[in-house]
């Protein structure tokens, strides 16, 4: 079955505590992203990645790491979390051919 | 201004409903047109996609998108609870597939 997984799906952490969100896939898809969905905000796309070892800014990158080693996988890194990055986060491929965009269940995250 | 608005809802409508949604976009660069359909706990899956202008058809679903008044809509024909979800507009540029500007999602509640 093709899956975006990602982990944890729930955290609730302090301030300044280093997390990693992980991000894997199986549909051997280049294209990777991050998104974060608030309230009123909607989705907004923090980084993406168009091949292993390429990753690029999105709209709101700021506070975020990523890498991209392996096709496979595409974690996003909080090296100092605060509490506006509490929020919905999504880990997304895309499929070259058609353009669709295959999401993971989400990341809720708190940040106390 | 967002270059993408849509109406948060929530809209609740009784089973058999035609049910319309909407969004408006300000960047007349735009080309490429999709709905989401986000349950509540899942990540959004797509639903329609069209280019350019005109109606596509997918059972009882029609995405509808008019370039000159820079709107785009998805009626639902014969809705049904399992319709109840949040629907996203996304929109993107030519050769610029990899930054999909999402609307906020109306929120639909489709009751027996």
């Known amino acids: 079955e093709a899956q975006v997984t990602q982990n944890p799906r729930y955290l609730i952490t302090v301030t300044g505590k280093k997390l990693t969100v992980t991000c894997s896939q199986n549909m051997n898809h280049e294209y990777m992203s991050w998104y974060r969905q608030d309230p009123g905000l909607g989705l907004r796309q923090i980084y993406y990645?168009?091949?292993?070892?390429?990753?690029d800014k999105g709209d709101v990158p700021e506070g975020y790491k990523v890498s991209r080693k392996e096709k496979r996988n595409f974690p996003l890194i909080l090296e100092s979390p605060s509490p506006n990055q509490t929020s919905l986060y999504f880990c997304?491929?895309?499929?070259?051919?058609?353009?669709?965009?295959?999401f993971g269940e989400g990341s809720r995250l708190t940040v106390l | 201004q967002k270059e993408v608005e849509q109406d948060p809802g929530p809209l609740s409508v009784p089973e058999g409903a035609i049910v319309s949604l909407n969004c408006t976009y300000s960047?007349?660069?735009?080309?490429?047109f999709m709905w989401y359909r986000q349950y509540s706990r899942k990540g959004p899956e797509l639903l329609m996609y069209t280019y350019s202008s005109g109606n596509k058809e997918d059972g009882r679903f029609t995405a509808q998108v008019d370039k000159s008044s820079k709107y785009i809509s998805l009626f639902i024909r014969d809705s049904q609870p399992s319709d109840s979800a949040t629907y996203l507009c996304?929109?993107?540029?030519?050769?610029?597939?990899?930054?999909?500007?999402f609307g906020t999602g109306t929120r639909l509640q489709v009751f027996p």
């Open positions: 997304a491929t895309r499929d070259s051919n058609t353009g669709e965009l295959f």
């Open positions: 960047n007349s660069a735009f080309q490429y």
């Open positions: 996304a929109m993107s540029r030519p050769y610029n597939t990899d930054k999909l500007i």
């Open positions: 990645s168009m091949n292993v070892e390429v990753t």
